[in-house]
């Protein structure tokens, strides 16, 4: 049977036809039913592709980790959930609900040993590590994917008192997206097993976020996290 499955290749142009007919329609500024109905359905499409692209990526870096397979499809729905908790604008939340679905592509820069291995890294070792946020930048400028989100990626390992990486960005220099995405990250990469030790607890996840709280993340973002877990009962949907 002939595989129907779209190619990444066929999907970015796709994605680029609709957000150039997208830009087009809003420059005309015409305020009527037809040219509002046009823009939704040109913004719902660009959506369902970027959610297209999104899987191929993310299939592609969990065939070469296994420990990270599920791990941004988690990530993106703690961040979503705490977005949405914020009460932040729809597209904002979409951007990171996407975004976190893609936040680690950079990885399949890294040679698949170094991700799994059990041994002490050397300094120059995690130090390539550290790059894969920057990798994961270009190549999802390369791919046609809204800067915002290209950038929320780039931005999810920086921290609030500039000692995070890759360009040591401090408060507000940060997008409130990015610190969201990289609470999310947190809880649930130390919430998972991983070759060089085991899982930790949801508790002590959360005891990490909250001692660092406004040192290392936006403090709105570990109470709006820190809620979803203790109160409303959140749960990764492990699978």
């Known amino acids: 049977m002939k595989n129907r499955k779209k190619t990444k290749k066929q999907l970015v142009n796709e994605l680029r036809k609709i957000q150039e007919k997208k830009a087009i329609l809003e420059k005309e500024k015409v305020k009527n039913h037809k040219i509002k109905s046009e823009l939704n359905q040109c913004y719902k499409k660009a959506i369902e592709i970027m959610d297209e692209i999104a899987a ?15 791990h941004q499809q988690r990530v993106s729905e703690l961040a979503t959930a705490i ?18 679905q893609v936040h680690d592509v950079g990885k399949i820069n890294l040679p698949v040993n170094l991700m799994n291995s ?33 950038e929320i990626v780039y931005q999810h390992h920086e921290r609030v ?20 995405l990289g609470v999310a990250d947190v809880i649930e990469a130390m919430s ?48």
Not at 61 to 68: M, Q, S
């Open 161 to 180: 008192d500039g000692s995070g990486y890759p360009r040591k960005l401090t408060g507000n220099e940060i997008l409130l997206e990015a610190k969201i």
């Open 83 to 100: 977005a949405t908790e914020m009460k932040l604008s729809n597209d904002t939340i979409e951007s990171i609900r996407i975004a976190a």
């Open 56 to 70: 191929v990526i993310t299939s592609v870096v969990e065939a070469r980790d296994p420990y990270l397979v599920g």
């Open 118 to 150: 059990v041994d002490k890294l050397a300094n120059d070792e995690i130090e390539h590590i550290k790059n894969h946020s920057k990798v994961s930048y270009y190549i999802l400028k390369t791919v046609n994917f809204p800067s915002v989100i290209a």
């Open 192 to 239: 998972s097993l991983r070759p060089y030790r085991s899982a930790y607890s949801i508790s002590e996840s959360l005891e990490e976020i909250s001692k660092n709280k406004g040192r290392l993340y936006e403090p709105k973002v570990v109470d709006t996290c820190l809620e979803l877990f203790l109160e409303k009962r959140f749960k990764f949907n492990y699978q």
